[in-house]
């Protein structure tokens, strides 16, 4: 089947530093790669889309200076949310698409800033 | 009015009951998937549908394109199937695979 991993599983960190969050996809080569983020009681938002080599595309209102995303190869994207403060604390969930057909989600990353 | 609609927003079961959960969408799709979360977060992608219905185990979902509607429907529930059931939609407006959520349905099947 499709796997698709994420590292970290969990970060806390203090206000003002960086997160780096890695989206793996571990036996597939993903075109296209999407970063969701998901608050307590509530749906999945789409932060981003992101394809191999490209620019990623962000949804009206995430800050692209903020959440940066990187999809250097067909396996590995990566948002690293700069600067994090305490109301960046959510659970961050990346998907990964091979055809136009299906989604393969991560496990998530619960980040938490003091 | 959200594109998707899901209903009911909190399900509780005893074990072995017969479960629906419903879903509306608003727009024309070209597919329609049914997700399952657990309370850690993890996701794990249930069924894919264009048409008619499938079967897996003990879930089924169905889906009627001319009502815009779609089921799934959990028979004999077990409480390892409690977790929140996303329904999303690929609109045909969009290109690539981009899904658009409902708000989840939270199942809680009691012993």
């Known amino acids: 089947g499709a796997v698709v991993s994420q590292h970290p599983s969990w970060v806390i960190c203090k206000s003002g530093t960086s997160v780096k969050i890695e989206c793996r996809s571990l036996?597939?080569?993903?075109?296209?790669m999407f970063w969701y983020r998901q608050f307590p009681k509530q749906s999945l938002m789409l932060m981003a889309t992101?394809?191999?080599?490209?620019?990623?595309?962000?949804e009206q209102g995430v800050e692209k200076d903020k959440f940066l995303i990187n999809h250097a190869s067909l396996t590995l994207s990566t948002l690293t949310v700069t600067s994090a403060h305490p109301e960046d604390s959510s659970f961050y969930i990346c998907s990964a698409s091979k055809t136009q057909e299906t989604q393969y989600f991560g496990p998530g990353t619960r980040l938490l800033v003091l | 009015k959200n594109e998707v609609e899901q209903s009911p927003q909190n399900l509780t079961a005893q074990e072995g009951e017969f479960i629906t959960i419903n879903c509306s969408y608003s727009v024309g799709i070209s597919a329609l998937h049914w997700l399952q979360q657990h309370p850690g977060g993890g996701i794990v992608s249930l069924f894919m549908l264009s048409s008619g219905k499938k079967k897996h185990g003990r879930l089924i979902a169905t889906i009627n394109i001319q009502e815009k509607h779609s089921s799934l429907h959990i028979t004999a529930s077990h409480p390892r199937d409690s977790a929140v059931y996303i329904c999303a939609v690929r609109s045909e407006r969009t290109s690539g695979s981009r899904l658009t959520f409902g708000e989840g349905t939270q199942l809680t099947v009691n012993p």
């Open positions: 036996d597939f080569q993903a075109t296209t």
């Open positions: 992101s394809n191999e080599g490209s620019k990623a595309t962000y």
